[in-house]
């Protein structure tokens, strides 16, 4: 039975298999109880696997598509939302990057995309499954 102390903590009887906490949810369904949901939650890599040439191009193209000055600066690790880019403003960075790559990004795949990094990688690997 899971007990739950403070605001962050929780413990449990007997251990448990550690998981990650990002897919917790707590949310009372009834007066004086708390139940416990666990929700996936996809995993975000840290490394970028895209080459060079393809974050520099998208970085280019993310800079055009915002309207971006000269002097911001746009790398892998820069999310589209900290750039001002709004849902729509996304749809748009990609449509850019198909156009340009001459690539065709699914839907589910395009919600994925919050970085560079995140762009630059899908590229590589449709380019790439396009060879």
């Known amino acids: 039975m899971a007990s739950i102390a403070g605001s962050s903590a929780l413990s449990f009887a007997r251990p448990v298999k550690a998981i990650n906490t990002n897919s917790l949810a707590f949310s009372p369904v009834r007066k004086g109880n708390t139940f416990l949901h666990l929700q996936p939650v996809p995993m975000r890599s840290v490394s970028c696997a895209a080459k060079k040439d393809t974050v520099d191009k998208v970085c280019e193209i993310v800079k055009k598509q915002l309207a971006l000055p000269d002097h911001t600066e746009v790398c892998g690790e820069s999310k589209f939302s900290e750039l001002g880019a709004d849902s729509l403003d996304t749809v748009e960075i990609v449509m850019g ?3 340009h790559f001459d690539i065709s990004v699914e839907e589910s795949s395009a919600q994925t995309i919050a970085t560079v990094e995140d762009a630059a990688d899908l590229i590589d ?6 060879a």
């Open 97 to 99: 990057l198909e156009e």
């Open 125 to 130: 690997k449709l380019v790439a499954g396009k």
